[in-house]
């Protein structure tokens, strides 16, 4: 198993928008890095012979509220070959979030940005089929936002819940 400082290294060298942050807020295996940085570093965690992250388990998406002003993702990685986990976490502003894909390097990530997308409104870079995923296409607005307002109507349906 490869220690987590040494997954810093890998993950460092794809790195060229500022720093490489060890954060443990996140898990212990977390690592803070750019979101110009994501998809160069997600390819290096992947094709690196010595970490071959070749699983993205999931993206989680925390929504800081308007105040903050900003969304942050989650992206949890495994390696079967070396059964090691590792958390990378990009902050972006909440209006007009938008990450590239790591679609083209794992292909679950497809279905991960898709449910982001829906329900944080997160935009997905070069993504091959940004639509919703979980609601109706003309449903309005992203239900897991901290300001989100539930529509009164549907296709002229109350919605009482």
Known sequence: ????????????????????VADEKITPKGVRVHPADLKKVCFGLRENPSAFFDMLSCI?????????????????LYSFPFNHHLSLKVMVPRDGAEVDSVESIWKTANW?????????????????????????ADWEGHPLRKDYKQQEY????????
């Not at 549907?154 to 819940?161: A, C, I, S, T």
């Open 60 to 76: 989680s998406v925390v929504d800081n509220g308007p105040e903050a002003g900003t969304v942050e993702l989650i992206y949890n």
């Open 112 to 136: 991960h940005e898709r449910e982001a997308y829906d329900m944080f409104g997160v935009r997905f870079k070069d993504h091959p089929d940004l639509r919703r995923i979980l609601l109706p």
């Open 1 to 20: 198993m490869k220690a987590f400082e040494e997954l810093i290294l890998i993950v460092k060298e794809s790195c060229t928008h500022g720093d490489v």
């Open 154 to 161: 549907y296709r002229g349906v109350k919605l009482d819940y």
